[in-house]
């Protein structure tokens, strides 16, 4: 599967052009994380997006307490990080690889740079914004 077919199946960038998927997909750089190595820590410093190429992480809240609370196994074409792309709000979990893993990384200064030159990507990306928003406060009435 191509960078781009894994972009447009991440709800975010689902609306994207194939020209747009494209010019995201050439900021992604891979970046190989071996087994047993964090990839992200709990409440570090956000800053990038994840896509996962080959592999598997498992994600975990509170790896640092007495109660480790294991969230989720992700595999290839699962991905982690995206809210990294719009703010940099510490991480709320911890990833961390299971198995040697490939991933494809996109900082959110590259992406930041990228909606700045090319503006009809973030355009393409709001409406699916505002409908996670809108679920979510379906789901706290």
């Known amino acids: 599967m191509g960078r781009e077919d894994m972009l447009s199946d991440v709800p975010i960038f689902s609306e994207l052009s194939k020209r747009d998927l494209g010019r995201v997909a050439k900021i992604m750089v891979a970046r ?3 087994a047993d190595e964090v990839i992200i820590k709990e409440n570090d410093q956000a800053a990038g997006f994840f896509i996962i190429e080959s592999g598997e ?5 509170g790896v640092d307490g007495s ?3 294991k969230l989720a196994t992700l595999g290839p074409g699962d991905f982690f990080g995206e809210m990294a792309l719009f703010e940099g709000f510490p991480r709320s979990a911890t990833v961390k690889a ?6 494809l990384v996109m900082t959110r200064w590259d992406f930041t740079a990228e909606m700045k030159t090319h503006p009809e990507i973030a355009v393409s990306m709001l409406p699916v914004l505002v409908k996670r928003l809108r679920e979510l406060e379906s ?3």
């Not at 992480?57 to 809240?61: F, L, N």
């Open 98 to 103: 299971t198995k040697d893993t490939q991933l």
């Open 139 to 141: 789901h706290l009435q």
């Open 67 to 69: 109660n480790p609370q």
């Open 57 to 61: 992480v498992d994600v975990t809240r």
């Open 32 to 34: 190989p994380a071996a």
